[in-house]
C-alpha cells in the first residue's frame, strides 16, 4: 500500500454517517451529466450555493474547506452553523449542522458513471424540535434534496 491510500482509507474511515434511527432521514440520488470534478468544484463552492440554489441564503465558510472548517447558511428561514467531517476530493462531502432545537448530519457522495456523475445525498435530523414535527420534516427535507440535486444537475450540466 502506497502512503496514498493509507491516507485516503484513514480519511474514509473518520468519515461520520447519517443516524439511521433518527426521527427524519431522507437519502436521494441523481445522475448528472459532468464529471466528478466539475460536480465537486460547484459543491465545495459553499460561498456560490445561492446562486443557483435560491431557498439557500448567506453562505459564509470561514476557513478553507477541509475537515473541521466551519461555516454558516441559511434555509427556510432558519441560520445553519455547520462544520466539515468528511471531505475527499471529487468523492465525499459530509458535515454536521445545528440549528434552533434541531442538529443534522449531512453528506454528499460522487461516484464517476458511464453517463457522468452520480450524485449521492443523504441526511438525519434529531432534536426536540424534529421529533414534535417528525412527518412535516421528513416532506420538508425530501423536498430540500430533490430540489438542491436538480439545481446542481443543471448548474453543472450548463
Not at 436521494?28 to 431557498?55: F, G, M, S, Y
Not at 449521492?120 to 424534529?130: D, F, H, K, L, T
Request: net charge neutral; aromatic share 8%.
Amino acid at each position: 500500500l502506497t502512503a496514498m491510500t493509507i491516507s485516503v482509507k484513514a480519511q474514509n474511515q473518520s468519515q461520520m454517517t447519517i443516524n439511521q434511527e433518527a426521527p427524519v432521514v431522507q437519502t436521494k440520488e441523481i445522475v448528472i451529466n459532468a464529471t466528478p470534478e466539475k460536480v465537486w468544484q460547484i459543491l465545495t463552492n459553499i460561498h456560490n450555493w445561492d446562486k443557483w440554489n435560491e431557498r439557500i441564503k448567506s453562505p459564509e465558510l470561514q476557513d478553507n474547506l477541509e475537515v473541521g472548517s466551519s461555516f454558516t447558511w441559511k434555509t427556510n428561514g432558519s441560520k445553519i452553523k455547520s462544520k466539515i467531517h468528511s471531505f475527499t476530493p471529487n468523492k465525499i462531502l459530509g458535515w454536521q449542522g445545528k440549528a434552533f432545537g434541531a442538529s443534522a448530519i449531512h453528506n454528499w457522495y460522487l461516484e464517476p458513471t458511464e453517463n457522468g456523475t452520480k450524485v449521492v445525498v443523504e441526511e438525519s435530523m434529531e432534536g426536540w424540535i424534529i421529533s414534535l414535527m417528525k412527518k412535516k420534516m421528513n416532506e420538508k427535507l425530501e423536498d430540500d434534496m430533490l430540489y438542491w440535486l436538480e439545481q446542481l444537475k443543471q448548474k453543472c450540466e450548463k
